[in-house]
C-alpha cells in the first residue's frame, strides 16, 4: 500500500510520530553564550542561461553542517564530528558548478519524478502507455535525461527551535520528460541539534501519474576522498531484496537473503563478499540492489529503522530510519578514478556508497510491489531520517 493523504481543502492530513537516537540523546535547550543553528547563503555558480545557483550552509551549533544547493536540491557537504570530536565532511561531490552540470553521477541530487530504473522506459497507466527516456542502456533512470536532479529548485530558509532547514519546491509540467499531469514538489530537508537530516518529500498531481523521490548521497564516514569504504559495517533491517535482471530490472520476486552474500542483517562489512561469484553480485559488479525492508507498518506512515553504517577507524555512526518499503545499497560500483571530489582527490570503485530510501524499481510495471501510482486529491508524502552519532 502507498502512503498519501487525502487533502480537506487546502490542508494535507498527516500523522508522524518521530523518534530520537538514543546514542545522542535528547536535545537540550542551548546554553547561553553556546553556538545557535544558523543558515548562510552564498552563489555557488551560475547556469549556462544565467541563472544563479545559492548554496545554503545550515549548521546546528553541535558540530554538525551540511551544504545544500538549489540545483538539483543537491547536499553538497555533511561535515559531522568523529569519535574524538574532528569534524570531516562525509559526503562525495564537487567543488564546482561545472562538474557538477557535466559529469556527475548523481552525487548528493533529489532523484525523481522516478527514482531508478523502469524497464525499457515503459508504463501503462489506466490503459495508456507511456514511453521515457532510455537513459540507461534500454532503460529509464533517475527520471531521465533532465530529471529533477539537473532542475533548479526554489529555496525558501526554515528557522525552528532546535533546527534549520530549507523548503525546496519545484513544480514539474505534464509532459515533462513524457511524464503525464503537473507535479508539485516540495522537499523539505531539516538539520537537528541531534544531528539528523530529517527529509520530508511531499507531491500532488492534478491527472494520474507516478512518483518516487529519493536523495542520492553518496558516503563515505572515514571522509570524502578517504578510500575506500569496504571496511565500513554495513546492518539493513531486511530479509529479503529484489533480485534484478542483466539490465538490473528487478525480476518481481523477494527473494530471501539468508545463505548469500546479499546478507546484512547483522554488522558485516561492505567489502567481506562484495567479490563473490554470487550471480545478483556479478550482475551488479558489486551492490546495487533494492532491499526490502522488515516493517512492522506496511501502511508506510510510521518511521522505523532501516539500517546502520559503522566506520571503525572513525567511529562515526550513520542510522536511516523511514517510512519507505525499501532501500537501495549501491556500493559504488562505477566510480572509476575519473571523477576529483571536493578534497581535491579522485573517486574509485568503492570509494563511498548510497543506502537511497524509495519504493521498488520499475513498481509501475510491478502490480505485486507497492504502487507508485499518484492520483489528484492524494499526497505523495514519505519521510526519511538520516542521523548520525560515534561509537567506540
Given at each position: 500500500?502507498?502512503?498519501?493523504?487525502?487533502?480537506?481543502?487546502?490542508?494535507?492530513?498527516?500523522?508522524?510520530?518521530?523518534?530520537?537516537?538514543?546514542?545522542?540523546?535528547?536535545?537540550?535547550?542551548?546554553?547561553?553564550?553556546?553556538?545557535?543553528?544558523?543558515?548562510?547563503?552564498?552563489?555557488?555558480?551560475?547556469?549556462?542561461?544565467?541563472?544563479?545557483?545559492?548554496?545554503?550552509?545550515?549548521?546546528?551549533?553541535?558540530?554538525?553542517?551540511?551544504?545544500?544547493?538549489?540545483?538539483?536540491?543537491?547536499?553538497?557537504?555533511?561535515?559531522?564530528?568523529?569519535?574524538?570530536?574532528?569534524?570531516?565532511?562525509?559526503?562525495?561531490?564537487?567543488?564546482?558548478?561545472?562538474?557538477?552540470?557535466?559529469?556527475?553521477?548523481?552525487?548528493?541530487?533529489?532523484?525523481?519524478?522516478?527514482?531508478?530504473?523502469?524497464?525499457?522506459?515503459?508504463?501503462?497507466?489506466?490503459?495508456?502507455?507511456?514511453?521515457?527516456?532510455?537513459?540507461?542502456?534500454?532503460n529509464h533512470l533517475h527520471g531521465g535525461n533532465v530529471g529533477f536532479d539537473k532542475r533548479v529548485w526554489s529555496a525558501t530558509e526554515i528557522r525552528e527551535r532546535d533546527t534549520v532547514g530549507l523548503r525546496m519546491t519545484y513544480t514539474s509540467p505534464a509532459g515533462e520528460e513524457n511524464y503525464p499531469g503537473t507535479l508539485n514538489t516540495t522537499v523539505t530537508y531539516r538539520l537537528t541539534r541531534n544531528n539528523e537530516i530529517r527529509m520530508d518529500y511531499r507531491a500532488t498531481t492534478d491527472a494520474p501519474t507516478i512518483v518516487n523521490l529519493t536523495n542520492h548521497t553518496y558516503f563515505n564516514l572515514a571522509g570524502e576522498g578517504s578510500g575506500t569504504i569496504e571496511d565500513h559495517k554495513l546492518t539493513l533491517n531486511a530479509s529479503r531484496y529484489t533480485p534484478v535482471d542483466t539490465t538490473l530490472i528487478p525480476t518481481g520476486t523477494l527473494d530471501p537473503v539468508a545463505g548469500t552474500p546479499m546478507d546484512f542483517r547483522r554488522p558485516t562489512a561492505i567489502g567481506e563478499r562484495i567479490r563473490n561469484s554470487f550471480p545478483q553480485l556479478v550482475i551488479g559488479q558489486g551492490y546495487d540492489h533494492n532491499y526490502v525492508l522488515d516493517r512492522r507498518d506496511n501502511t508506510f506512515r510510521q518511521l522505523e529503522s532501516a539500517g546502520t553504517v559503522l566506520d571503525p577507524s572513525s567511529g562515526r555512526v550513520l542510522s536511516i530510519r523511514t517510512t519507505e518499503p525499501g532501500i537501495q545499497f549501491y556500493s559504488g560500483n562505477f566510480l572509476d578514478g575519473t571523477l576529483v571530489g571536493t578534497s581535491g582527490r579522485v573517486y574509485r570503485q568503492t570509494d563511498g556508497f548510497a543506502l537511497e530510501t524509495q519504493h521498488f524499481p520499475d513498481s509501475p510495471n510491478k502490480p505485486q510491489f507497492p504502487t507508485t501510482v499518484l492520483r489528484p486529491g492524494q499526497t505523495y508524502d514519505t519521510t526519511t531520517i538520516y542521523a548520525f552519532s560515534t561509537a567506540g
Amino acid at each position: 500500500m502507498r502512503r498519501f493523504t487525502r487533502r480537506a481543502g487546502n490542508v494535507a492530513v498527516a500523522v508522524l510520530l518521530v523518534t530520537g537516537f538514543a546514542a545522542l540523546g535528547p536535545a537540550a535547550p542551548p546554553a547561553a553564550g553556546t553556538n545557535q543553528p544558523r543558515i548562510d547563503r552564498d552563489v555557488f555558480g551560475t547556469m549556462p542561461d544565467g541563472t544563479a545557483i545559492n548554496r545554503y550552509t545550515l549548521s546546528n551549533g553541535r558540530g554538525m553542517k551540511i551544504r545544500v544547493l538549489t540545483y538539483g536540491g543537491i547536499i553538497q557537504t555533511i561535515e559531522v564530528p568523529d569519535r574524538r570530536g574532528r569534524t570531516g565532511n562525509v559526503a562525495l561531490g564537487f567543488d564546482n558548478l561545472t562538474d557538477y552540470l557535466e559529469r556527475s553521477p548523481y552525487f548528493g541530487c533529489i532523484t525523481g519524478r522516478y527514482a531508478n530504473r523502469i524497464a525499457n522506459g515503459r508504463f501503462t497507466l489506466d490503459g495508456q502507455t507511456y514511453q521515457l527516456a532510455q537513459n540507461n542502456g534500454v532503460n529509464h533512470l533517475h527520471g531521465g535525461n533532465v530529471g529533477f536532479d539537473k532542475r533548479v529548485w526554489s529555496a525558501t530558509e526554515i528557522r525552528e527551535r532546535d533546527t534549520v532547514g530549507l523548503r525546496m519546491t519545484y513544480t514539474s509540467p505534464a509532459g515533462e520528460e513524457n511524464y503525464p499531469g503537473t507535479l508539485n514538489t516540495t522537499v523539505t530537508y531539516r538539520l537537528t541539534r541531534n544531528n539528523e537530516i530529517r527529509m520530508d518529500y511531499r507531491a500532488t498531481t492534478d491527472a494520474p501519474t507516478i512518483v518516487n523521490l529519493t536523495n542520492h548521497t553518496y558516503f563515505n564516514l572515514a571522509g570524502e576522498g578517504s578510500g575506500t569504504i569496504e571496511d565500513h559495517k554495513l546492518t539493513l533491517n531486511a530479509s529479503r531484496y529484489t533480485p534484478v535482471d542483466t539490465t538490473l530490472i528487478p525480476t518481481g520476486t523477494l527473494d530471501p537473503v539468508a545463505g548469500t552474500p546479499m546478507d546484512f542483517r547483522r554488522p558485516t562489512a561492505i567489502g567481506e563478499r562484495i567479490r563473490n561469484s554470487f550471480p545478483q553480485l556479478v550482475i551488479g559488479q558489486g551492490y546495487d540492489h533494492n532491499y526490502v525492508l522488515d516493517r512492522r507498518d506496511n501502511t508506510f506512515r510510521q518511521l522505523e529503522s532501516a539500517g546502520t553504517v559503522l566506520d571503525p577507524s572513525s567511529g562515526r555512526v550513520l542510522s536511516i530510519r523511514t517510512t519507505e518499503p525499501g532501500i537501495q545499497f549501491y556500493s559504488g560500483n562505477f566510480l572509476d578514478g575519473t571523477l576529483v571530489g571536493t578534497s581535491g582527490r579522485v573517486y574509485r570503485q568503492t570509494d563511498g556508497f548510497a543506502l537511497e530510501t524509495q519504493h521498488f524499481p520499475d513498481s509501475p510495471n510491478k502490480p505485486q510491489f507497492p504502487t507508485t501510482v499518484l492520483r489528484p486529491g492524494q499526497t505523495y508524502d514519505t519521510t526519511t531520517i538520516y542521523a548520525f552519532s560515534t561509537a567506540g
